[in-house]
């Protein structure tokens, strides 16, 4: 009888500790799952494509994301900042942006695939800083009376047009890149894919 009763207790020990192991080895299993359930984050921090919607974006505006941790600047340009590219080319240093980074889509004249949308990264070749917008034009914006509108550096003030380009004179050496870019459709941008020329 006393070994019965011995042999019982241990059948249940047994049973609890057995059980308990497999429910801790449960967890173990599913941890990997639920972790390859949330991947969207990170994969954004490792460099994936990011979708930049416009369809709220008047002329004239600015919108702003991140791609790969770096500002990407969405900049719907008026006929006349476009009229502006031109006026100022003398006053750059590379106003056909040889020198500079930009994708296929981008190498003309506008350095955009659609002349009235600029995509840029939001980074002064210089040393890194962000550059903030001075769309104002003239004494408005407080940097010369015949400013056209563009982007100023305020570290060591260098001075970008209405494309990204670089003006002549200032610590800057190229003009800021622009990131490889397609159209999803008419208010979509995917910044991170090339899009055809
Ligand atoms: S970092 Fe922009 S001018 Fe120096």
Redo the contacts with the bound molecule.
Sequence with gaps: MVDDRVNNERRRFLTVVTSGIGAVGGIFAATPFVLSMAPSERAKAAGAPVEIDISKLKPGQMVKEIWRGKPVWVVSRTPEMLESLKAIEAELQDPMSASSVQPTNAQNEFRSEKPEILVLIGI?T????S?VQKFAIGPASGISDDWPGGFF?P????KFDLAGRVYRN???PDNMEVPPYTFLNDTLILVGEEGSA
């Design positions: 002064c210089h040393l890194g800083c550059p550096c570290c060591h003030g260098s200032v610590p800057a």
